[in-house]
T-cell receptor
Framework: KAGVTQTPRYLIKTRGQQVTLSCSPI?????VSWYQQTPGQGLQFLFE???????NKGNFPGRFSGRQFSNSRSEMNVSTLELGDSALYLC?????????????FGPGTRLLVL | KQEVTQIPAALSVPEGENLVLNCSFT??????LQWFRQDPGKGLTSLLL???SQREQTSGRLNASLDKSSGRSTLYIAASQPGDSATYLC???????????WGAGTKLIIKP
């Protein structure tokens, strides 16, 4: 069974630009969660999508948004990039989500904002 | 507001030793407590998930315990091996907002 895949793996952007990250969950998983990991703040929950609907949202500004498609693939978008958005962005998938079961993580997308 | 703390931040032990990693949380209203490992350049791997009604979970050489009343969880690794070297993170799932709150991790180095 293929694992969670994330594309691209590395990305360099400049301040003010926008970026879209993609996550393909394990086949059959309907929940996709996104996390941001930085040396200063550690891991923080961004949002969770289930059956194409945002089910839960962390404490991030509206510049961070996402969506989920009918095949459960998910995209995350960050608009008007700031230097502080430089981070490793991880997505995780699970069958039903809600954090109540094992999540399977992708390798992450490392974003550098210059 | 839930806070999750992991002490120590780093730990280095010789191969073969048994060791304990600590995780503490401030709010006992949790749905579950989860342990993960993160290898450099890779994502996270789920190790153990303990429901709030459970006291411990075991998987191979790993055993995790949960004491909600004291706000503590421990991850016990038996007979450590160099392949166990990684950063270990714990995370508590709030039972009202269902969001994982993460500790900063313990970087474990097992010396051959």
């Amino acid at each position: 069974k293929a694992g969670v895949t994330q594309t691209p793996r590395y990305l360099i952007k400049t301040r003010g630009q926008q970026v879209t990250l993609s996550c393909s969950p394990i086949s059959g998983h309907r929940s996709v969660s996104w996390y941001q990991q930085t040396p200063g703040q550690g891991l923080q929950f961004l949002f969770e999508y289930f059956s194409e609907t945002q089910r839960n949202k962390g404490n991030f500004p509206g510049r961070f948004s996402g969506r989920q498609f009918s095949n459960s693939r998910s995209e995350m978008n960050v608009s008007t990039l700031e230097l502080g958005d430089s981070a490793l962005y991880l997505c995780a998938s699970s069958l039903e989500g809600g954090g109540q079961e094992t999540q399977y993580f992708g390798p992450g997308t490392r974003l550098l904002v210059l | 507001k839930q806070e999750v703390t992991q002490i120590p931040a780093a730990l280095s032990v010789p191969e073969g030793e048994n060791l304990v990693l600590n995780c503490s949380f401030t709010d006992s209203a949790i749905y579950n407590l989860q342990w993960f490992r993160q290898d450099p350049g890779k994502g996270l791997t789920s190790l153990l998930l303990i429901q709030s009604s459970q006291r411990e979970q075991t998987s191979g050489r790993l055993n995790a315990s949960l004491d909600k009343s004291s706000g503590r969880s421990t991850l016990y690794i038996a007979a450590s091996q160099p392949g166990d070297s990684a950063t270990y993170l714990c995370a508590a799932l709030g039972d009202s907002n269902y969001q994982l709150i993460w500790g900063a991790g313990t970087k474990l180095i097992i010396k051959p």
